[in-house]
C-alpha cells in the first residue's frame, strides 16, 4: 500500500509539471486544467489515507492491521 500511495503522489507531481509545461508550450488551458484538478484529486485521496483522525489513527493504519 505504500508503494501506491508513493506512486500516486510522484503521479500527481507529474501532473503538475506537465500542466505547466503543457500551458506554457501550447496555451490549451482547458487540458492543463484538467491535468491539475486530476493531481489535485489524486493529493486528496493520498491525503485520506494517510491523515489520522480524531483518535489519532490513519485509515492506513487500520487496513495495515487488519492484514497483519
Not at 11 to 18: C, D, K, M, P, R
Not at 34 to 56: F, K, R
Request: no cysteine.
Amino acid at each position: 500500500m505504500d508503494t501506491v500511495l508513493s506512486l500516486m503522489v510522484l503521479a500527481a507531481l507529474v501532473l503538475i509539471v506537465g500542466a505547466l509545461m503543457l500551458w506554457q508550450r501550447t496555451g490549451n488551458r482547458k487540458q492543463a486544467l484538467l491535468m491539475l484538478l486530476l493531481a489535485v484529486i489524486a493529493l486528496v485521496n493520498v491525503g485520506i489515507w494517510t491523515v489520522p483522525d480524531a483518535s489519532g489513527d490513519a485509515p492506513l493504519d487500520k487496513v495495515e492491521q487488519g492484514a497483519s
